[in-house]
């Protein structure tokens, strides 16, 4: 699973967060290889947003500092390693698109189609305030339920 935004420091690492711990959760961890990137490069090396980070840690306290992510850029390879690239909005879809190889193996979808409230966009929070990255942990909670119930439906479990 790979979760792409722009920067790879608000969204996307949200989501990977969110999604090793609700696999976790479910006893699922072992299932899943977890990474998330940007379809630009411009913050590679930062470290995720501390709003987000922030948001993160009051759900999840036992989140380490280890565990924050460094943003890093969607490459080619990603496509072959990954069998869902799956994205936050339609700048990021239309971007993956573009680059991706032709066949392309992996499913490159939104994120937010699994949005169990129907959102499918999951909103750029990086010029707003704390609350925007709520909005973001919600949904993504959301989005997570949503795929793995998919998922499990397409298994026949
Ligand atoms: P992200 O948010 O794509 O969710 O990581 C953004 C991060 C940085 C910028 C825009 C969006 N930026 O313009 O630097």
Redesign the pocket.
């Known amino acids: 699973m790979l979760f792409v935004?722009?920067?790879?420091?608000?969204?996307?690492?949200m989501a990977e967060v969110v999604f090793r711990q609700e696999v976790r959760k479910r006893g699922l961890a072992d299932e899943w290889k977890i990474d998330s990137a940007?379809t630009a490069g411009?913050?590679q090396g930062d470290t995720q947003?501390a709003r987000g980070w922030a948001e993160l840690k009051r759900h999840y306290p036992d989140l380490k500092d280890s565990d924050m992510v460094i943003s890093r850029q969607v490459t080619k390879k990603d496509f072959e390693q990954f069998d869902w690239l799956l994205c936050?909005d339609n700048s990021n879809l239309r971007d993956l698109r573009r680059v991706a190889p032709k066949p392309c193996h992996a499913t490159v979808q939104l994120f937010g189609d699994f949005d169990t409230k129907g959102k499918s966009i999951v909103e750029?929070?990086?010029y707003g305030g704390a609350d925007g990255f709520t909005a973001n942990y919600n949904q993504l909670v959301r989005c997570v339920d949503g795929f793995l119930a998919h998922v499990a439906k397409s298994k026949g479990e």
């Open positions: 935004c722009l920067g790879n420091i608000c969204r996307s690492p940007g411009y913050h947003d936050m750029d929070p990086y």
